[in-house]
T-cell receptor, first 117, second 113 residues
């Protein structure tokens, strides 16, 4: 079974609109972390936001927020007021366990977001 | 501060050759991980090093190997290259663990012909 599922291969959004990128995950570990990364055409993976499984509040970082619904195992990324520079691939990723000694991220297949002027 | 530096950025090799990729982590970061990104398989974890020791390894054949030096710089080596090894190889570093995520480099794009 896929551990991270991103069901939207591509999305087109009008500039200045908000956009939600979907991510569902599967784990039996009570301790885990969820990440979103942005990958522009240059290739570099840019960290956007992190949510820990025990965090009570949804994470926010500037225009990015994470809609964390633990019972549904969902961790959707919300980008408010989209900009042309937001056009990129977006990856959801998960770290299972506390982190020490299990140092890896499992990535979803990504969503290609295109912002239309 | 300087980010994660990967060299070279682009590489073309012939089947059967071997290749070495280099990664310099952010100063002070002791954990270095490597990922392979291909259109077919997506992003896959290769291995992770901490204080010169391999701490975790992904499901790749033994042709893929790596090491970390005392200054935390890391290299990965792929021997007997196959066409399917063509990929973007990403290096990532963190202070000690992935608990809050990694900082990635820009990657090395390897093409095997």
């Amino acid at each position: 079974a896929q551990k991270i599922t991103q069901t939207q291969p591509g999305m087109f959004v009008q500039e200045k609109e908000a956009v939600t990128l979907d991510c569902t995950y599967d784990t039996s570990d009570p301790s885990y972390g969820l990440f979103w990364y942005k990958q522009p055409s240059s290739g570099e993976m840019i960290f956007l936001i992190y949510q820990g499984s025990y965090d009570q509040q949804n994470a926010t970082e500037g225009r990015y927020s994470l809609n964390f619904q633990k019972a549904r195992k969902s961790a959707n990324l919300v980008i408010s007021a989209s900009q042309l520079g937001d056009s990129a691939m977006y990856f959801c990723a998960m770290r299972e366990g506390q982190g020490f000694g299990n140092e890896k991220l499992t990535f979803g297949t990504g969503t290609r977001l295109t912002i239309i002027p | 501060k300087a980010g994660v530096t990967q060299t070279p950025r682009y590489l073309i090799k012939t089947r059967g050759q071997q290749v070495t990729l280099s990664c310099s982590p952010i100063s002070g970061h002791r954990s270095v991980s490597w990922y392979q990104q291909t259109p077919g398989q997506g992003l896959q974890f290769l291995f992770e090093y901490f204080s010169e020791t391999q701490r975790n390894k992904g499901n790749f054949p033994g042709r893929f190997s790596g090491r970390q030096f005392s200054n935390s710089r890391s290299e990965m080596n792929v021997s007997t290259l196959e066409l399917g090894d063509s990929a973007l190889y990403l290096c990532a570093s963190s202070l000690a663990s992935v608990i809050y995520g990694y900082t990635f480099g820009s990657g090395t794009r390897l093409t095997v012909v």
